[in-house]
């Protein structure tokens, strides 16, 4: 009995030892797998950066070239026939209106006018002869000594000498008219930017013979083409700024006056019309400038990154999480500023949104929030 007792003690202790040994082995092995299970279902979670769109919409700047041109511009010509005599100014100089800027001697236009006063005076002459015989006959058809046709004939030719005086006078006042555009002066303030004329040259009155070229030059006119996607961003009376690479860093400042309110069938642009205070003169008619337009977004918009867009065949998405699982929401771009786009509906500015979306995301799937 005492042998079966010791034999069974020793059972006991030895089945103890092995279990002992076992679980040092194995137990260590069944928490590794459990947290390792735990680790790879956590992995399989995917982790994502989120960001809160922004409320509303950022500027845009739009910059289109332009061309400037002089407010006033016009060629001057010669309103009479003869030779020049002398010119007083020369491109590049600064005229005010009424100043005179050359003349020109007309010998054969000063002959017609000594002809024309002459022979005014000779009608004038007979004209008041022919007064005088009028009232001559009209007091001796009162007494019956003369017929009533002779002195209807006596008055009519009256009418007549005055009518012949009334001509020559308008003849004199023409050729005297053409005698003051012996002096050519200057229709408004403006800088000479063309002398097409020297002393002793013929000239002739038309437009086949321009003297000088006058531009005003204190108020340019500036006309852009704004393509038709951005004619929302022109409005009349808005000011803008325009630069030019000749003054870089300088800004002109300008007004939108008028547009053409149509759109050019052929290069589909809008032409608009911008004036710009010029002073100083620094701007340059014909000069290549550049027009700053602004536009503003819509007033219930958001703006996202760029890089939060999903491209899909359904078509443009982004990822919302919403109670860590991902919703694919359909948006409505608006002005794409680059590294940023405007969002016309489908967000919020509480929705988070998931950055760099990897194309396998999908609607429903359970993410993990940095």
Known sequence: MKNNKGIL???????????????????????????????????????VTVVHPRLGSP????VLPG?????????????????????????????????????IETPELDQQLQQAEADLNSARATLD??????????????????????ADQAKSDVVGKQA????????????????????VTAPFDGVITA???????????????????LTSIKVLRVFTPVPEVDTAAVRNGERVTL?????????????VVRNANAID???????VEVDVDNPTGRLLPGAYVFVHFRTRGATHSVTIPSNTLLFRSEGLRVGVVRNDHVRLVTVTIGHDFGDAVEILSGLTVKDAIVVDPSDSLADGAVVHVL
């Open 67 to 103: 061309n400037a041109q002089a407010f006033t511009d016009t060629p001057i010509y010669a309103r009479t026939n003869g030779y020049l005599k002398a010119w007083h100014v020369d491109i590049g100089a600064r005229v005010h209106q009424g100043e005179l800027l050359a003349e």
């Open 9 to 47: 003690v020793f059972a006991a202790c030895v089945a103890l030892l092995i279990g002992f040994i076992v679980y040092r082995g194995i137990g260590p092995r069944v928490k590794a797998e459990a947290a390792l299970t735990t680790e790879t279902d956590a992995a399989a979670i995917p982790s």
């Open 243 to 255: 630069t030019q690479d000749a003054y870089p860093g300088q800004i002109f400042t300008g007004t």
């Open 265 to 271: 069938q052929t290069t589909r642009t809008l032409n």
């Open 59 to 62: 500027s845009q700047e739009i």
């Open 129 to 150: 002869i022919a007064e005088i015989t009028n009232n001559r006959w009209q007091k001796l058809v009162a007494k019956r000594a003369v017929s009533l046709q002779e």
């Open 195 to 213: 002398r097409n004329t020297d002393i002793g040259a013929l000239i002739n009155a038309g437009a086949a013979n321009e003297l000088f070229h």
């Open 164 to 183: 012949i005086v009334a001509a020559g006078e308008a003849n004199v006042r023409r050729l005297k008219q053409l005698q003051d555009f012996e002096r």
